[in-house]
């Protein structure tokens, strides 16, 4: 007999949980995750792996489909950041749930058009886009949401003069301050993303004479990881005033997209809002200010990464070297690191971690984990109560699915690990390991050099 493993399940906002949905300890006291053991995965494909539970992802792709279908009265789209988390198994995984793709680079365009998306679902974003993006998202008639200027500067030589006009969005800043990490704040007056509300009214009717394009969207995003409801509620409010204005103006706009931003939970202490909540709160308000000023309802977009993707995700290790520094602290090593998951060097970010086998032990000693990268820094958790563990054990890091393998490095030339994607006791690789020899592709010697000894 299976057990629910003890993090607390919130069955219908998977982003409230801790542990993917099916966390469960086998007979033998070894967890399992979507009917997997873990052991056994990380035997037969090795360390680091990261771990990817279907159902979790399917389920959180549902709370915001049956949310907005219940919340908002007019239609609605829901996109994935795939900036979380991109290859085309997830593609494919999305697309079959009624997902579009955010794209910011052709990279993540590429792997939209060969994992089965839709190309009129999927969106171009990005402050500094090349001319080959633009390029990729205009032969696909992929809409492209205008940043800056500069953007349309180069539109302007790209679109033929006698063809259709581009479909865009603009990407407005709000001004909206929310409480996360300072890297990860995106809708202050100072970000480098987007018109700020200064500039938007003379931007737009600077289009208005613009055939060769035309605005049928406006978008924000004000930031990532929030657990408060207010600024998207403020954020709502504010871009209702913009869809007004551009109307009056005489824009065709139809859009509205929300962006993400919605937080996990990666510790005990950690209370984000459900899926369903946030999606109530922004389309009440959208539907309040709406009535009030005697509007069409837009359509609904938004575009979370996070809370689609992380929970569903952990990382296995396995464990190697300790120190044993007496009276100060005891490190204990992993064969990965801030190669896989460069998230706690760069924000400070907190995690939650056990040993597969011995999840249900009574913890007993604090240990620092620590990567294996040439760096101080490289450390994964600070004060963590495991068991009494060996060199070979194998931990469990909960909460990797986002930013973790998108962010990854091959700093110290150290390969990037697989994913598995597990469902109904079925694991399947969706990102193969890559090996030593093939860092060493990319590489040239000039023959002058080969020549000198
Ligand atoms: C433009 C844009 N949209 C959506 C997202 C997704 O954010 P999150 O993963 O917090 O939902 C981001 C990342 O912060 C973003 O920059
Ligand atoms: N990369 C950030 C999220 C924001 C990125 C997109 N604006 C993180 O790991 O938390």
């Known amino acids: 007999m299976t057990q629910n493993y ?21 007979r033998e006291g070894q967890l399992e995750i979507g009917g997997c053991c873990l052991t056994a995965l990380a035997n037969q494909y090795g360390t680091p792996l990261y771990v990817l539970d279907e159902l979790t992802l399917r389920t959180a792709c549902k709370a915001y489909r049956d949310s907005l279908i219940e919340f908002y009265p007019g239609i609605s789209l829901p996109l994935y950041a795939s900036k979380a988390n991109s290859c085309r198994a997830l593609s494919y995984i999305l697309a079959s749930e009624g997902f579009g793709w955010d794209a910011v680079s052709s990279g993540e365009l590429l792997t939209a058009l060969e994992g089965n998306m839709p190309t009129q679902r999927i969106l171009l974003h990005g402050n500094n886009k090349s001319l080959h993006e633009l390029n990729l998202a205009l032969k696909h008639r992929i809409t492209i949401v205008i940043d800056n200027v500069y953007d ?15 479909s865009v969005m603009l990407r407005v800043t709000p001004g909206i301050e929310c409480h996360t990490h300072e890297y990860i704040r995106t809708g202050r007056l100072n970000s480098k993303f987007g018109f700020n509300l200064n500039e938007i009214e003379d ?53 509205l997209n929300i962006g993400g931003g919605l937080g996990i939970r990666y510790t005990e202490s950690d209370c984000p809002p459900s899926i369903q909540s946030w999606i109530k709160t922004i389309a009440k308000t959208i539907v309040l200010k709406c009535k009030e000023y005697n509007l069409r309802l837009p359509r609904l977009l938004c575009e979370p990464g996070r809370s689609l993707v992380g929970t569903a995700g952990i990382t296995l290790y396995t464990l190697g070297s300790r120190k044993e520094i007496t009276g100060i602290k005891t490190y204990v090593s992993v064969d990965g690191g801030m190669s896989d998951n460069p998230r706690r060097i760069t ?4 995690y939650t971690a056990c040993l597969v086998n011995q999840a249900n032990l009574d913890y007993q000693k604090n240990i620092t984990l620590v990567g294996k990268h040439c760096e101080s820094g490289d450390v994964l958790i600070e004060d963590l109560s495991l068991p009494i563990s060996k060199p070979g054990d194998i931990l469990i890091v909960f909460g990797t699915g986002a930013y973790n393998m998108s962010m990854s490095s091959n700093y110290n030339r150290v390969p990037r690990p697989s994913t598995i994607l597990v469902a109904s ?12 020899d093939e860092l060493l592709y990319h590489d040239v010697v000039p023959p002058r050099l080969s020549t000198l000894y």
């Not at 003890?6 to 086998?26: M, Q, R």
């Not at 349309?152 to 581009?166: D, K, S, V």
């Not at 737009?204 to 509620?233: D, K, M, Y």
Request: hydrophobic share 40%; glycine share 6%; aromatic share 4%.
């Open 6 to 26: 003890g993090f607390g399940t919130c069955l219908d906002s998977p982003n409230k949980n801790l542990a993917p949905l099916v966390t469960t300890l086998d």
């Open 152 to 166: 349309l500067q180069m539109l302007a030589q790209l679109i033929p003069n006698n063809g259709p006009p581009a």
């Open 203 to 255: 931007i737009l009717r600077w289009l208005i004479g613009c055939p060769w394009i035309q605005v049928t969207g406006l978008h924000a995003h004000i930031g990532s990881q929030i657990f408060e409801l207010q600024p998207h509620h403020d954020l709502a409010r504010i871009m209702i005033d913009m869809i007004k204005l551009a109307r009056s103006m005489g824009h065709p706009l139809v859009d």
């Open 347 to 350: 924000y400070k970010s907190n």
């Open 425 to 436: 006791s079925k694991a399947d690789l969706i990102q193969l390991r890559e090996q030593p």
